[in-house]
């Protein structure tokens, strides 16, 4: 007790330093926390933001490709019809005498009717279907080289990197 008596000032202070630090320390350390969530939330809201921003990004990016791809299909629609025009058009100047095969076809063409040499109806029916093949191959062709472009052009199209 004498001990306490006599210390009893430096005992006192001790207290007090104690209860300021432990009250500093808390107060420190709520402080340092509110920083630490204050920093955080803002990250956080930049990482949405970012977020947003890509996602932004990646439909405009979506959005242009389908475009270039539904400008693609449109041109290759444009392509098959006129395929099937160049067919027609090489079959019916074929049939009105606008527009003549190659001797070589020619000939065998005409070796041929000296071999089956019948009634005239039946060359100008043959004349015709032969007409209408010769078209049907060029519009075929025309497709098919129609179609490979319009691939070829749409590979490429997603092929390049992103604007």
């Known amino acids: 007790m004498v001990l306490l008596l006599r210390y009893w000032p430096h005992a006192l202070i001790v207290v007090c330093v104690a209860a300021l630090a432990w009250v500093a320390g808390t107060n420190l350390y709520q402080w340092g926390y509110d920083t630490a969530n204050v920093r955080a939330e803002k990250i956080i809201g930049e990482f949405a933001k970012a977020e947003a921003e890509a996602q932004e990004n990646a439909r405009a990016v979506e959005q242009r490709r389908v475009e ?37 076809i020619a000939a065998y063409a005409t070796e041929r009717l000296s071999r089956d040499s019948t009634a005239t109806g039946e060359l100008s029916e043959e004349a015709q279907r032969g007409a209408a093949r010769l078209g049907a191959v060029v519009r075929v062709v025309a497709e098919q080289d129609a179609q490979i472009r319009a691939l070829q052009e749409a590979y490429e199209a997603l092929r390049r990197p992103a604007p």
Not at 74 to 100: F, I, P
């Open 68 to 104: 270039d791809l539904a400008a693609l299909d449109a041109k290759y629609q444009r392509e098959m019809a006129d395929a099937k025009a160049r067919g027609e058009s090489v079959a019916a100047d074929l049939r009105a005498g606008n527009r003549s095969l190659r001797r070589e």
